[in-house]
């Protein structure tokens, strides 16, 4: 079917042999021409370009990423936040949770399952939605991967000496999530499981031509109780004390075929690069490194294995970069600043990888979910609810309340608008709220509503964030932080979106689109027909 659609168009390059499709979490229109990441720029300017596309409402990673692929918002898709009521109405209360994350309430067709059915060879490495495998998401033609929401074995670990427990004076045993591991002090560092583990310092930076991540040993093979491959980092080691650093083991979910020749070949996967206590700033950016390295490891292993004709891939380093240091880097923070420019390295060393694997005949597409935005102070809004009297009948859901109707188990509200009118006029108290969305009204523009939507949606001012906090309206924030997740259209939310290839002009400038109008780009690419659901439309049509 595709190559007939090819051929009908009667233009060279008409179709590409791949169309690459990558999305960089958090990497918004506005972060895209300030970041030091010239290799996207340059492969920008060569081909397409729009001045942002709007994400989901809210302007979360879930439902962001399922408009991507759907080409629907969650309305259509069924995705409709990280975290959003579970269904149907019917069976559960207002207040249960399902992750958006997964596909367990997809209800639109995936890109990856689109070109699959029209005789693309797909692949579709680690994008949120893929798992669980289900009819919805899957499909003979489309190799699907995922370590994001499979079952984790063992999280990152940090340990001291004290951690360990020593069998002999050198001999050491200890357990990592359901592992036990056992190892041995030598004159350079560890031996674990017969891996050597040699004591190095923190990197201070990353230096043009290293190697990611180039102190890590290397990976243990494990096969129980999942086939993985395990790292270690040994930050620090004297005769009194140690640091060391181990990798987290997560389940490989495969949608058909073994995932064990991936990792003896290409290595092991790091979902996310370590954000916790022990190690500091700069000991925890080399765990970013790993993760962006074992990426693009297996994006080449899987390029090169499957040879597919579409294939989707996802980094979430600018999103964990944005989370961590955008509120600092507003607030003057030179260790913040210091630190994001070593994360865009990062990036760029990525970007230098993927730019090397599409062909003069592919395309390039490149993407992302949703912007970032600094704060540096908070609103309670389920805590404003209880004091209006109203927090049996509404909760806060990412930037929207949901209120319990009586379609829901249990429910109490008949009345759903003047109960709604009763929320807004609570919240519409106080100034830090700019606007109000209804389904009803702002459906059309924003995608919101459907069975896993909520009933209001609202936007703050500039600076603001929800955190809940029992007995507080306004409670502090431990430090400036950057989020995500407000009216989609603001300038600061917006993703950013480019395409390079035979197809596209140099310099070609596309006014600002709509998350959903990527899937349809990519289809128009490939030469097949759009997702089935799809409400987008192709910027090319």
């Not at 399952?113 to 798992?131: D, E, H, I, W």
């Amino acid at each position: 079917m595709r190559w007939l659609a090819c051929l009908l168009l009667l233009a060279p390059g008409a179709c590409a042999d791949t169309v690459f499709l990558f999305s960089l979490d958090g990497l918004g229109h506005q972060l895209f021409d300030k970041a030091p990441l010239p290799t996207l720029q340059r492969l920008a300017a060569k081909g397409a370009r729009a001045a942002g596309i709007q994400p989901a409402f809210p302007s979360t990673t879930a439902n962001s990423h399922a408009a991507l692929w759907t080409g629907a918002y969650g309305d259509v898709s069924g995705i409709a936040a990280n975290s959003q009521p579970r269904l149907p109405r019917q069976d559960h209360t207002f207040r249960e949770r399902n992750n958006g994350y997964r596909a367990d309430q997809l209800t639109a067709e995936p890109i990856w399952v689109t070109a699959a059915r029209q005789g693309v060879r797909t692949v579709a490495y680690q994008s949120p939605q893929v798992f669980p495998f289900l009819p919805v998401n899957t499909h003979e033609n489309a190799i699907t991967w995922n370590g994001y929401q499979t079952r984790q074995v063992a999280p990152h670990q940090v340990l001291r000496r004290s951690d360990l427990q020593f069998t002999s004076a050198t001999e050491f045993r200890f357990r990592h999530g359901s592992m036990e591991l056992r190892g041995a002090l030598t004159a350079t560092g560890l031996r674990i499981e017969g891996i050597d583990v040699k004591a190095a310092p923190a990197e201070t930076g990353l230096a043009a031509g290293r190697p990611l991540a180039r102190r890590f040993s290397p990976g243990l093979t494990v096969d129980d109780p999942v086939p993985a491959v395990v790292y270690f980092r040994l930050f620090a080691y004297t005769k009194d004390d140690l640091l060391l650093y181990v990798s987290p083991v997560q389940e490989m979910g495969l949608s058909q075929g073994d995932a064990r020749p991936l990792l003896r070949e290409a290595g092991g996967f790091i979902g996310n690069s370590y954000n916790g206590p022990k190690l500091d700033e700069w000991q925890a950016m080399e765990t970013t490194e790993l993760l962006t390295r074992q990426n693009l490891a297996h994006t080449a292993w899987l390029q090169r294995h499957y040879e597919p004709g579409l294939f989707l891939g996802y980094l979430p380093v600018a999103d964990e970069l944005g989370h961590r240091y955008a509120g600092l880097q507003a607030a003057g923070d030179a260790t913040a600043t210091r630190a994001l420019s070593w994360g865009y390295g990062i990036i760029e060393r990525w970007s230098q990888g993927i730019a090397k694997l599409a062909g003069r005949r592919d395309h390039l597409v490149i993407t992302a979910d949703h912007g970032m935005t600094p704060v540096s102070k908070a609103v309670n809004v389920n805590e404003i609810l209880r004091r209006a009297g109203l927090g049996d009948v509404a909760v806060h859901v990412y930037n929207s309340v949901l209120l319990n109707t009586t379609d829901w188990k249990g429910g109490t509200v008949a009345d759903r608008v003047v109960t709604r009118a009763r929320v807004q006029a609570a919240l519409a108290a106080y100034d830090v709220f700019t606007g109000f969305y209804t389904p009803e009204e702002h459906g059309a523009q924003y995608g919101i509503g459907g069975p896993a939507g909520s009933d209001l949606y609202f936007d703050l001012k500039p600076g603001y964030t929800v955190r809940e906090q029992v007995g507080e309206i306004f409670p502090p924030l431990e430090s400036p932080t950057g989020v995500h997740g407000f009216r989609p259209d603001r300038p600061d939310m917006l993703a950013t979106l480019f395409a390079v290839g035979p197809r596209l002009r140099p310099g070609t400038k596309w006014p600002r689109l709509r998350s959903i109008d990527v899937a349809p780009l990519v289809t128009t690419l490939l030469g097949i027909a759009p997702p089935r659901d799809a409400r987008g439309r192709s910027p090319m049509r």
